[in-house]
């Protein structure tokens, strides 16, 4: 492995790369809820500048869920279970916020960006765990209120380097779209936010002086070729075990892993 990877790093990174691609099968976040917290982690370990630990694992997590996003939406779409209409919709919003969460990213300190993500994951979290039901007449927006939705998702995903999930899912529940085609399309959504996203992270960070060897703009390339690897191989074992579990029991995982991630963000955004 080039760029200096200690096989320890190696071993640590195929680790995560497994539990994100199974996440993001079994709950349509692309991963980036895991992968952005322990990455920061390990980036810190490695003696990273902190002021582009956070960026850049939140970058590296947004080009990984490039190809775990596709391996996840594969094992959804082959269950009938995406509901493409609904993602044709969202998508042109989602890429356009990608690319602008990019840049507002870029000018944020990194803990500001830390504190962000804590206080919007828990939030996410505690929508889930109240299981407050929707009004039965509320249906999903017309064409214009979509592409907002997706504006907004897509500038929230970016900032925090998730595949959407904990912003789509959410809102597609809330509009009465059951939970199981709430992460299969969240899961579909995936790409074109991380594709997005990815672009704007490496644009953002092209032009930065002292960056650390083996970087693409913000993207820590060993980390991105280790964990790929892994999460697309694990990705279609959790979009079987999402098809598995009952609403209650998917919402419940879903929120009780918000929680923990945002508990160590929080810690991350007063000690960067």
């Known amino acids: 492995m080039s760029f200096g990877l200690e096989w320890q790093l190696i071993v640590e990174l195929l680790l995560l790369g497994c539990c994100t691609g ?21 980036l810190t370990l ?10 850049m694992a939140v970058a590296t997590s947004l080009a990984t869920i490039c190809f ?7 094992a959804h779409h082959q269950r009938g279970a995406v509901r493409w209409g609904v993602v044709k919709l969202l998508a042109p919003g989602i890429v356009v916020g990608s690319m602008l969460g990019a840049q507002i990213a870029k000018a944020l300190p990194s803990n500001v960006l830390a504190l962000f993500f804590a206080a919007f994951v828990s939030f996410s979290a505690t929508q889930m765990f109240r299981n407050k039901k929707p ?8 064409a214009p209120g ?12 970016s900032l925090v380097g998730a595949g ?6 959410p809102f597609m529940t809330w509009c009465n779209v059951p939970i199981h085609n709430a992460v299969a399309t969240s899961a579909a959504l995936g790409f074109p936010i991380a594709l997005a996203g990815t672009v704007g992270y490496v644009a953002a960070g092209w032009t930065l002086h002292g960056m650390p060897a083996g970087t693409l703009g ?26 598995r579990l009952d609403v209650q029991q998917l919402k419940r995982v879903f929120a009780g892993l918000l929680y923990a991630l945002a508990a ?9």
């Not at 996440?23 to 809820?33: K, N, R, S, T």
């Not at 775990?68 to 594969?74: A, L």
């Not at 009004?135 to 017309?142: E, G, S, Y």
Request: charged share 10%; glycine share 14%; hydrophobic share 50%.
């Open 68 to 74: 775990t996003s596709i391996s996840s939406v594969r």
């Open 22 to 42: 199974f996440l993001a099968g079994l709950l349509g976040i692309g991963g980036g809820m895991l992968l952005v917290p322990f990455m920061t982690l390990l």
């Open 218 to 243: 913000f993207i820590y390339l060993p980390a991105l070729l280790v964990v790929s690897a892994a999460s697309v191989t694990t990705a279609p074992l959790g979009a079987r075990w999402a098809h």
């Open 264 to 272: 160590y963000m929080l810690y991350k955004a007063f000690t960067v």
């Open 135 to 142: 009004r039965p007449t509320r249906q999903l927006p017309p």
């Open 164 to 169: 959407g999930g904990f912003v789509s899912v």
């Open 146 to 157: 979509m592409f907002g939705a997706g504006s907004g998702i897509g500038v929230l995903s």
């Open 46 to 55: 490695k003696g990273f500048p902190n002021d582009y630990i956070v960026k």
